[in-house]
């Protein structure tokens, strides 16, 4: 993870970004971390679609509410921690824009699962699914009990292990996470018997599950076993299930505070941002969902 300070969160006036900033200002706190809330106005759309172009007027009245609500976010994080460090920041590029920007330079991205413009019944909003999708640095987003419960503050951090570097990369963040918030770490490693060549996506059997279960029994341990020593205080349950990764990882959410996950798993096609156990998660999860992707090679 980068050694930036910031924490950027996404704020729209909404109720999901009133969770995200609440969630986000809680984490700043504990880890001394500075906080840095984004509104953006969407001036791509204002300016280059349908009757509002051109619109001076209109943008100002953007530019108010854009003020406004950034320092109403600022003040609910200031309620959390008074001596939080916290800057607004209200700029003209499109929200999944200027949140990708920001991601290429600060240590994580929060956002809620929907927001003003979401559709009724849209389980995650368009911008949170595009962020998770294509940011530089690792993504929450900050879920419920059942999509718009109440956020968990209590239960373990769970992690999805799979053997690839995406996994490696989750399980990093997730020891850091269960150490620093003093939980218990769930360790869950999955798998199916039918699974997919990714070449030609035909079905393909798996091995019996008696002959294959010591097999992954003996990954999800060497997985865990060097960061068990970097992280002796943590303690680590193993979870091995014969089940999809994404229905395992759903079901530990329920009783979890927090879900870390690859961004992709060994599933996934290549060029793909985001892998079907990520997105299933960001949609569906009972809890806040963190999506991590592996440090660029240098």
Known sequence: MTTSNTVVVGVDGSAGAA??????????????????????????????????????????????????????????????????????????????????????????????????????????????????????????VVRGRHGDGPVPLAGPVVVGVDGTPNSEAAIAVAFDEAGFRGVPLVAVHAWDDVTYDCADSTARLMPQPETLEPTEERLLAQRLAGWQEKFPEVEVRRSLVRDRPRQALLAESDRAQLVVVGSRGRGGFTGMLLGSTSQALIHHSSCPVLVVRPEPKR
């Open 19 to 140: 969770e995200a900033v609440g969630w986000a200002a809680r984490l700043a706190s504990g880890r001394g971390l500075e906080l840095e809330l984004v509104h953006c106005l969407q001036a791509d759309s204002l300016y280059y679609g349908g009757g509002l172009a051109g619109s001076d007027v209109l943008f100002e009245q953007l530019r108010v509410e854009g003020d406004r609500i950034v320092a109403a976010a600022a003040e609910q994080a200031l309620a959390v921690d008074a001596a939080l460090t916290v800057r607004t920041d209200v700029r003209t590029d499109a929200a999944s824009a200027g949140l990708l920007d920001r991601s290429r330079s600060v240590r994580l991205v929060v956002l809620g699962r929907t927001g003003t413009g979401g559709f009724a019944g849209m389980l995650i909003g368009a911008t949170a699914a595009e962020v998770a999708s294509h940011a530089a640095c690792p993504v929450a």
